[in-house]
């Protein structure tokens, strides 16, 4: 359907070159990239990764299906968008939630954030950071309950931790390092994604090696990326110490919490992130600033998620405001 | 659409359903997600606008031929402020608790777009019976929709009903924080004008 579509809409000036790239092929890819993360989760919080994960995807593939059919438009369930709405809401999730969890905030993804405003292409705001938002709001108990990471399948029940950031706001640094051994170590640890966690946010190698491929086959740019993760890096390291300005560790803000996840894989949503290059970095920089104010001063450990959201908002309006002019336009003069 | 010459029943029909104030005309919203996150608070709400829409439509049919038009906006403002005040004190006297929650939105009829939009167009060109039956129309409308509201945010946000456990837990408490104001009012918009569109083919319920 979607490439017969295509075919019918082709109205452009010579030469007619096409490239291979269409919205599932990108989709797809995407999905692709996650898959390191997936295993990673798989690795360190065992079958029940699996099944929350399979259970969102299952729900808003379904429910992607449903509302398409009910509103009577073409059913794009295989374009891979509602995939990875499902997929990326799964990878959010703390890995003990009860199971009606995953599947209302694919629900509420797919319905009410995607289709009723319109479908892929025209939602305001991520549909699975919104979900997220949903459940978090909804359930504030069973949406922070973190296991820990138990190398997977050892039979063992997960016991229940704080994440490394929890730790961070209530303990402070020292805590954390004394849990860890040394504080090389805890670098390590973060770096694999041995902690506890949502199930795809905790391994920064996986997510950074799905990264790798897309800014490879340039489906991302570093933009928003780049200007997210330091900003986050600048300000933990300026604002982040207890001793005064500049004290703060910059590396332990970058490698925990959903940073990684976020800032490569949901702050880059075409759909919901500005256009224009110069507004990208703009995005970037208010993604970070409202995370590290959010983290240092907010009533949650974590902010990635609430920024991205804060900052879908303010895309249009980036958009408009970078406006490269029209060549030769000349300034209008005030009278 | 005061030339059409309408029955009495027409006319509350009218209010209730074709030209109702929160979902076809989405209007007067604020209290609307304001208050009602409990059903107590939405179904005071609701009593205290349909008194007032009622006794204002009454009064200004009444003296309509008085009002010089020049004038009318601070005529109509001040009969409103005046029904307004009264219900203000008459609820901060007998219903204490709940004029704690409410007082400051109470207070805020007074600027109701439904309220002044209805002495505008009706009230102020259409006689005694016609104007409270468009009064009591108007105003029973808000009322019953602001009681869906908090019915089912009070239901879902708290498991109670009027303070009465009915589930237990907190099923969905995000419907009782602002944002789940926003989904239920938009949810239930959406609702009934899918009911409008598939029964009675997007005319309005009362056929008008």
């Not at chain 1, 570093?222 to 933990?236: K, M, Y």
């Not at chain 1, 959010?294 to 879908?312: C, H, Q, S, T, Y």
């Not at chain 2, 608790?97 to 259409?126: C, G, M, P, W």
Request: overall charge positive; charged content about 15%; hydrophobic content about 50%.
């Amino acid at each position: 359907m979607v490439e017969k579509k295509e075919h019918e809409l082709i109205v452009s000036v010579s030469p007619h070159i096409k490239g291979e790239e269409s919205v599932s092929r990108i989709m797809w890819s995407v999905n692709l990239a996650l898959l390191p993360a997936f295993l990673m989760s798989l690795y360190y919080f065992g079958p029940r990764a699996l099944l929350v994960t399979l259970l969102c995807i299952g729900a808003a593939v379904a429910s992607e299906y449903i509302i398409q059919k009910s509103l009577k438009k073409d059913v794009t369930v295989s374009d891979g968008s509602a995939f990875l709405t499902g997929l990326l809401l799964g990878m959010n999730l703390p890995p003990g939630v009860p199971f009606y969890i995953p599947i209302v905030g694919s629900v509420v993804a797919i319905v009410i954030t995607k289709q009723l405003f319109g479908g892929l292409g025209y939602n305001i705001f991520n549909p699975a950071l919104i979900g997220r938002a949903f459940l978090l709001i909804s359930w504030p108990k069973a949406m922070t309950i973190w296991s820990e990471s138990t190398a997977a399948f050892v039979g063992l029940d997960a016991k229940t931790t704080a994440t490394p950031l929890g730790i961070l706001k209530e303990e402070g640094l020292g805590k954390l390092i004394e849990m860890f051994g040394d504080k090389i170590n805890l670098y390590t640890q973060l770096f694999v994604g041995n902690r506890a966690g949502s199930l795809g946010e905790t391994s920064v190698i996986a997510l950074l090696l799905g990264a790798a491929y897309l800014l490879y086959r340039g489906y991302i740019t570093w933009h928003i990326p780049l200007s997210f993760l330091a900003t986050v890096g600048v300000l933990a390291w300026i604002f982040g110490g207890k001793s005064g300005l500049f004290t703060g560790d910059p590396l332990i803000h970058l490698l925990s919490g959903g940073l990684m996840l976020g800032a490569f894989f949901m702050a880059t949503d075409y759909v919901t992130c500005p256009t224009v290059r110069k507004g990208q970095i703009i995005f970037g920089i208010g993604c970070g600033a409202i995370t590290i104010l959010i983290r240092l001063k907010g009533g949650f450990p974590e902010g990635v998620m609430f920024a991205i959201l804060l900052m879908n908002c303010f895309a249009p309006m980036i958009d408009r405001s970078v406006k490269t002019k029209q060549f030769g336009a000349i300034k209008e003069t005030k009278k | 659409m005061s030339h059409i010459h309408r029955t009495n029943w027409e006319l509350i029909k009218n209010g209730v359903f074709s030209e109702n104030t929160i979902f076809r005309m989405a209007i007067s919203l604020c209290p609307s997600i304001a208050v009602t996150n409990n059903l107590k608070n939405g179904f005071m709400m609701g009593i205290s606008v349909l008194f007032v829409q009622v006794m204002v439509n009454i009064t200004v049919s009444l003296i309509r031929n008085f009002i010089n038009p020049k004038i009318r906006i601070p005529i109509f403002m001040l009969i409103i402020a005046g029904w307004v005040s009264i219900i203000d004190m008459t609820m901060a006297a007998f219903a204490r608790t709940i004029y704690k929650d409410i007082s400051l939105y109470i207070q805020l009829i007074v600027a109701f777009a439904s309220i002044f939009a209805r002495a505008e167009v009706f009230a102020s060109k259409n006689k005694l019976v016609p104007s409270l039956m468009d009064g009591i129309g108007m105003g029973t409308g808000f009322f019953l929709a602001m009681i869906v509201i908090s019915f089912f945010r009070e239901l879902l946000g708290k498991g109670t009903l009027w303070g009465l456990p009915i589930v237990a837990g907190k099923p969905l408490l995000i419907m009782i924080l602002p944002a789940g104001g926003f989904f239920a009012v938009g949810i239930l918009m959406g609702f009934f004008n899918w009911i409008d569109i598939r029964f009675y083919g997007g005319k309005g319920a009362s056929g008008a």
